[in-house]
């Protein structure tokens, strides 16, 4: 299968809360990307994290990854009801953003 | 940023038609795009790499003759879904890459997909 793995599949929470979403992947990347995407939309990239980071941070994102265990999460601080959306990672393995994509979490928060 | 822009945004066709959907990147050259399609609440398959002057490269199990890709010139990818059957209804989503040969690591831009029914 191409893609990784994203758990959890679905979350729900309520506003304020802090949001995590974990991602394994396969083989070893250049880079891992988290993108998020609004019902029946295109994607909106939020974080790129090259292999040698551990950690980055934007804005309420906080990004890890995890080489020697193949694994990324997503912390979302603070949720608001507008961060409702699926939120996907993606791995580029080769370079030139040939992107294999994760599962993906779909996020629910609620006012 | 660089802007990605794909059209249509939604087309409806009838099953045995054909339909084409275009990736232009608007100020960039792009040597290399990508073709996702992603079914409803599933995530983003990649289906082929469209390389500018020559032929794609279709990832496995995706049909290279219903899916015809053609790169004709830097900023501008096709994709032709022929002999469109219900099972092809789907949204449809390009990247393109900016980057030059020296720069790895910066993130993709993709278009705004494309929602294809085919009754």
């Known amino acids: 299968s191409q893609q990784g793995e994203e758990d959890p599949q679905a979350l729900s929470i309520q506003e304020g809360e802090n949001a995590t979403m974990n991602c394994s992947y396969k083989t070893s990347i250049n880079n891992l990307q988290w993108y998020r995407q609004n019902s029946g939309r295109g994607l909106v990239h939020l974080i790129l994290?090259?292999?040698?980071?551990r950690e980055k941070h934007s804005g309420r994102l906080r990004v890890t990854l995890d080489t020697s265990k193949k694994s990324s999460s997503l912390l979302i601080t603070a949720s608001r009801a507008a961060d409702t959306a699926s939120y996907f990672c993606a791995t580029d393995s080769g370079g030139y953003n040939k992107l294999i994509f994760g599962a993906g979490t779909r996020l629910a928060v609620h006012p | 940023g660089a802007v990605v822009s794909q059209h249509p945004s939604w087309v409806i066709c009838k099953s045995g038609t054909s339909v084409k959907i275009e990736c232009r990147s608007l100020?960039?050259?792009?040597?290399?795009m990508f073709w996702y399609r992603q079914f409803p609440k599933q995530s983003l398959m990649l289906m082929a790499t469209s390389n500018e002057g020559s032929k794609a490269t279709y990832e496995q199990g995706v049909e290279k003759d219903k899916f015809l890709i053609n790169h004709a010139s830097l900023t501008l990818s096709t994709l032709t879904v022929t002999s469109a059957h219900p099972e092809d209804s789907s949204f449809y989503i390009c990247?393109?890459?900016?980057?030059?040969?020296?720069?790895?690591?910066?993130?993709?831009?993709f278009g705004q997909g494309t929602r294809l029914t085919v009754v």
């Open positions: 100020d960039f050259q792009a040597t290399t």
């Open positions: 994290i090259r292999s040698n980071e």
């Open positions: 990247s393109a890459d900016e980057r030059s040969t020296v720069y790895v690591n910066t993130e993709a831009f």
